[in-house]
């Protein structure tokens, strides 16, 4: 015994520490890479041939798994060298650093002649392994039309059956421990369910166990496949902490259950040691979110863990169940009348967990929509928002059967149609889950919400003894109006601006030089420079009589032309706010409907007869007296005698 809880204390030790470390981390942005710029530009028309391609994401990506094609209006295909990628600094980044940081990958371009050209790439999100890509256009003397922002990916068919099959898996494990654990705890009314049967439903959910826990090598072979380096980033990604949390819960919970199932087989009486209840409840809390940490994120990895790991274990605990009573009791329900009443009695005390499964996974549903959800156009006119109203779709005819399952098991009935068709419904939409995992979100520059906050028109610092602040106007490709002013905080100021120079340099590295004009409105200069959206620097340098020059440095965000943006379909408002009031208020009804049946149940509690308070018995006719006597004295002749 001691060397069994010694064990445990050792995986629980694990899980704490697997759950520490992911937790600790830091917030991840996004958690999928989007295109945030290019040079050159999508749609731009260039005088002469560019050297570089730099394309700008919004977090980091796989270097090994980069791949740039491009083409000229002729059909023929360039060859681009020299693959690299570059932070924010511009200098060279780590490529197999797993980061949130955006970061630049840059391609060195032949001598090219005039002509249009089209670029094409791929590559990997380092953070989620997701797929990215995308086309953009430009010119070298030559009009062409821009090939607009990229939209999400929809999943692919081997990432979409691994991530199905890891959540069946995981559904079946942490539903058929919960139902067994219910089983064993159950009480009246109802025949208790048979140790052959519990002990059937525990080997079913160690299936589940076993597939969930050799579907996670098998998804990220399959997302790394093609890519140089494929088993090093293998190694990373199930040695990290999000892939170990999940893979340790789910070893700890298929132990716990192995082992019951084990004792079972020969002392049918056993009961799950408290100990081993612990370990359980631990390793599937680790389960759901690692899980959920190895999805789309909720925000900060607590609330990811917290949100989408309780909409994991509420869709397990439904669905799991479900799957777990039509694969391992059903088929003997059929066969014997005393299997059959079991049943019944079991799904009959499982409702009351059945039903704050469904709220549970509709609140959290809500919650996690928000951030992968932009606008009303992402949701109906991308792969990911499809699958997701398809997937509510599905969910909410899954609960309209299983409303009517309950219905009828009130009526000593046992509805098999009903349980295969809410358990293949259920089934249905754990595939869907496993199609939006593997999906791009829909959110990103494809999907502008109306509203949202442009780029500042104005930037300013201190440097030394001076203060600055710079203005682009109109701040978009072409010819830019660039105005500085410059203030003094000292009185009186120690010497008069002579003169001042701009330094612009651009998202690819070019750099150039301009001498700034005193005008009536203060320092402007005119300046073509400004070709491709981005982040630019403008710096600053300020001459003074009689004291050395100081130079500020801004960063600068000049954003891509509206025309590259998806035009408003339905509607461009957030979906998130919506979502968040009608969370809110789905929680609140949700509460005052539990208060309405805990007082129920305390009412139907405090009856006579419930409690062990049996209601007086009926008189009997010595006690009723005989007629013409006072009932009193009846009761006394009974008593004394």
Same mark, same amino acid.
Do not use: I, N, Y
């Given at each position: 015994m001691n060397a069994v809880r010694r064990r445990f204390g050792r995986l629980l030790a694990a899980l704490a520490v697997a759950g520490l470390t992911v937790l600790a981390g830091p917030a991840p942005a996004q958690a999928h890479a989007y295109l945030a710029s290019s040079a050159p530009a999508d749609g731009a028309v260039l005088d002469?041939?560019?050297?570089t391609l730099t394309l700008a994401f919004t977090e980091h990506v796989e270097l090994s798994a980069a791949r740039v094609a491009l083409v000229d209006g002729d059909g023929r295909h360039w060859a681009v060298t020299g693959l690299a990628l570059r932070g924010e600094d511009g200098e060279p980044a780590a490529a197999d650093a797993d980061t949130e940081e955006p970061v630049s990958l840059v391609a060195g371009l032949p001598a090219l002649p005039p002509n249009t050209y089209h670029v094409s790439w791929r590559?990997?999100?380092?953070?989620?392994?997701?797929?990215?890509?995308?086309?953009?256009?430009?010119?070298?003397?030559?009009?062409v039309t821009a090939a607009g922002a990229a939209g999400p990916v929809g999943p692919g068919p081997r990432e979409t059956a691994a991530r199905a099959a890891g959540l069946l898996g995981l559904a079946v494990l942490l539903g058929g421990a919960a139902l067994t654990l219910l089983a064993g705890r159950r009480r009246p009314p109802g025949p208790a369910l048979d140790p052959a049967l519990r002990r059937r439903m525990l080997v079913v959910s160690g299936y589940g166990g076993a597939v969930a826990l050799l579907a996670a090598p098998l998804q990220l072979a399959i997302q790394l496949a093609g890519a140089a380096g494929g088993w090093r980033l293998l190694s990373d990604q199930l040695t990290g902490g999000r892939w170990l949390l999940r893979e340790a819960g789910i070893a700890a919970l298929l132990a716990v259950v192995l082992g019951a199932a084990h004792r079972l087989r020969t002392a049918p009486d056993a009961r799950i040691a408290p100990v081993g209840v612990v370990v359980g409840l631990a390793g599937a809390l680790a389960a759901a979110a690692g899980t959920a940490l190895l999805g789309h994120p909720a925000g900060?990895?607590?609330r990811t863990a917290l949100v989408g790991g309780g909409h994991v274990l509420a869709a397990a605990g439904w669905a799991g169940a479900v799957l777990v009573a039509v694969l391992a009791l059903l088929p003997l329900a059929r066969r014997a009348a005393d299997r059959a009443a079991q049943l019944r009695a079991l799904l009959r005390a499982f409702a009351a967990l059945a039903v704050g499964c469904v709220t549970l996974l509709v609140l959290?549903?809500?919650?996690l929509t928000g951030p992968q959800v932009a606008t009303v156009d992402a949701l109906l006119g991308t792969p990911y928002g499809l699958l997701l109203v398809a997937k509510a779709g599905v969910a909410g005819f899954a609960g309209l059967l299983g409303l009517r399952t309950a219905r009828r098991l009130r009526r000593a009935d046992l509805p098999r149609r009903g349980l295969l068709a809410e358990a293949g419904a259920l089934a249905v939409v754990l595939g869907l889950a496993g199609a939006l995992a593997a999906a791009g979100p829909a959110r990103g520059p494809a999907f502008p919400v109306a509203g949202a906050a442009r780029a500042e028109p104005q930037v300013g610092g201190q440097? #030394?003894? @001076?203060?600055?602040?710079?203005s682009v106007r109109p701040n978009r490709p072409g010819r830019n109006i660039v105005s500085i002013t410059v203030g003094d905080t000292r009185r009186p100021a120690p010497g008069p601006v002579t003169g001042m120079s701009l330094l612009l340099t651009g998202p690819n590295g070019e750099r150039a030089v301009h001498p700034v004009t005193r005008t009536a409105d203060g320092w402007v200069v005119a300046v073509d420079d400004i070709r491709t959206p981005g982040t630019w620097r403008v710096g600053v340098t300020v001459l003074r009589d009689g004291l050395p020059p100081v130079t500020a440095t801004h960063p600068w965000l000049v954003p891509a032309g509206e025309s590259a943006t998806v035009p408003v379909r339905v509607s461009a408002a957030p979906l998130r706010p919506a979502l968040?009031?009608?969370?809110?208020?789905?929680a609140v009804a #949700?509460? @005052?409907?539990?208060?309405?049946?805990?007082?129920?149940?305390?009412?139907?509690?405090r009856r006579p007869g419930r409690n062990g308070d049996q209601p007086p018995p009926a008189p009997t006719p010595a006690a009723a007296g005989h007629p013409g006597e006072p009932?009193?004295?009846?009761?006394?002749?009974?008593n004394s005698g």
């Open positions: 002469r041939a560019p050297e590559t990997l999100s380092s953070d989620d392994l997701h797929t990215t890509s995308g086309t953009l256009v430009f010119g070298v003397g030559r009009q900060s990895p607590v959290t549903g809500l919650l440097m #030394a003894d @001076l203060v600055d602040t710079v968040d009031r009608a969370t809110l208020a789905l #949700a509460a @005052l409907a539990l208060v309405l049946a805990g007082a129920r149940w305390w009412r139907r509690r009932v009193g004295a009846g009761a006394r002749v009974v």
